[in-house]
């Protein structure tokens, strides 16, 4: 087997992988999700991640951070749009692991400019969600909050723009999710969780 096919198809299997013991926390939290969609996506997510990767765009040191982001999310995107829930036993495990995977980041080749722009990004983009929710509480869940924290580690990691560029587009595509539901709630968790995702796939600053 060539070695990039192997590299592919490894990558898919443990994006596969992640989705059962996902599900299975979900299920215990009363958000149940399919085991196999979630696996599909988390294995495309992360067979889109790498192939990126073996193209060229991206340095190697920050791959663990968009293929842990991958796992995390696509659980998380189908819990929100399924039953308007961001659960707890996904939410908050998110912060250590994206600190790992940022952890490793900056070890690995990015600096501690890394691990710096994480933490501030956690803040400002958790304390703006927050200052959201608290505004104007039917706009945001509890969840949403809670998930922008980790969220905005990532971007803050990926580059200063990607918060900005994040925030605009979870914005259009809950606008988007908003036009095809038709439903009087709108989850906007799959919507951060794709910009972020995107930002990710595309860092600027590493």
Known sequence: MPPTIFVLTTAAA?????????????????????VRRAAVLAAVGVLLVTACWLAGSGPA???????TLTAVAAPLALADLRHLRL???LTLPAYPLFGAAIGA????????????????????????HAAVRSAAPH???????KLAGSLGAVLGAAG?????????????????????????RVPHGPALLAATWLCALFPGAP
């Open 14 to 34: 443990a994006g596969a992988a992640t989705a059962p013991p996902a599900a299975w926390a979900l299920d215990r939290a009363k958000a149940p999700i399919p």
């Open 61 to 67: 040191w920050w791959l663990p951070v968009p293929l």
């Open 87 to 89: 659960p707890d036993v």
């Open 105 to 128: 980041a900056a070890l690995g080749g990015g600096g501690p400019s890394v691990a710096v722009r994480a933490a501030a990004g956690a803040l400002l983009f958790g304390a703006a």
């Open 139 to 145: 706009s945001l869940g509890a969840g949403d909050v």
């Open 160 to 184: 200063w723009p990607a918060l900005a560029v994040a925030a605009v587009l979870a914005a259009l595509l809950s606008l988007v999710v908003a036009l095809v539901r038709r439903a009087r």
